[in-house]
């Protein structure tokens, strides 16, 4: 079993910055590939970006590619998620997720083992 916290969501200007963390327990963290997912009012939770065990891949869903960065520290089991130029659209519950293998893909959801309980981003405009 692992269990995930995020932290670090917020109110921000449209143009600002937030970073996000997601800190791991339980199983060995670097044995777990990770995810950032989100969810909008009346939507359905939609990747955001994914990165491999060792931290060496990365992946990142187009809406985001250029303003997020996803990366990891496994000797304080955490993820991040540092989101910089962010838009109204961006606003929604941001997920953190673990997967033991990406058997069905980084980007789907049925692919991870593991979910936090999310963190609230609200870009205004």
């Known amino acids: 079993q692992v269990q995930l916290v995020e932290s670090g969501g917020g109110l921000v200007q449209a143009g600002g910055s937030l970073r996000l963390s997601c800190a791991a327990s339980g199983r060995t963290f670097s044995n777990y590939r990770m995810g950032w997912f989100r969810q909008a009012l009346g939507k359905e939770r939609e990747f955001v970006a994914a990165?491999?065990?060792?931290?060496?891949?990365?992946y990142y869903a187009d809406s985001v590619k250029g303003r997020f960065t996803i990366s990891r520290d496994n000797a304080k089991n955490t993820v991040y998620l540092q989101m910089n130029s962010l838009k109204p659209e961006d606003s929604g519950v941001y997920y953190c997720?673990?997967?033991?293998?990406?058997?069905?893909?980084?980007?789907?959801?049925?692919?991870?083992?593991?979910w936090g309980q999310g963190t609230q981003v609200t870009v205004s405009s």
């Open positions: 990165i491999s065990r060792g931290g060496g891949s990365t």
């Open positions: 997720a673990g997967a033991q293998s990406w058997s069905t893909g980084a980007p789907r959801r049925d692919a991870y083992d593991y």
